[in-house]
Nanobody, 119 residues
Framework: QVQLQESGGGSVQSGGSLKLSCAAS?????MGWFRQAPGKEREGVAA???????IYADSAKGRFTISRDNAKNTMTLAMNNLRPEDTAMYSC????????????????WGQGTQVTVSS
């Protein structure tokens, strides 16, 4: 079993920045970020493999940057130019095989950290 813990959420104004962090108890190939706003479907934001493979949702490209430290089993998501539509609960997740899948393919999840962006 893999334990995941997120941190770094908060409330910012539109155009502001936040950096989310995730600490995992052990290695997995892929670590990723998902978000879910009230009344909306959970969606992938970004994911990164231990080999450096990175994927971004279209909404994240150019604004968010994902990174990880394989030795420490940690992952970060630097979010810039935040918009109200980014408001959601952001969850860290881990998968064994690959990063390019829906949330159902991720086996382990953290508790989530809230990001709120005001206009």
């Amino acid at each position: 079993q893999v334990q995941l813990q997120e941190s770094g959420g908060g409330s910012v104004q539109s155009g502001g920045s936040l950096k989310l962090s995730c600490a995992a108890s052990k290695y997995t190939y892929c670590m990723g970020w998902f978000r879910q706003a009230p009344g909306k479907e959970r969606e992938g934001v970004a994911a990164i493999g231990s080999d450096g493979t990175i994927i971004y949702a279209d909404s994240a490209k150019g604004r968010f940057t994902i990174s990880r430290d394989n030795a420490k089993n940690t992952m970060t998501l630097a979010m810039n130019n935040l918009r109200p539509e980014d408001t959601a609960m952001y969850s860290c997740a881990a998968a064994w095989v690959n990063c390019a899948g829906r949330w159902e393919t991720y086996a382990y999840w953290g508790q989530g950290t809230q990001v709120t962006v005001s206009s």
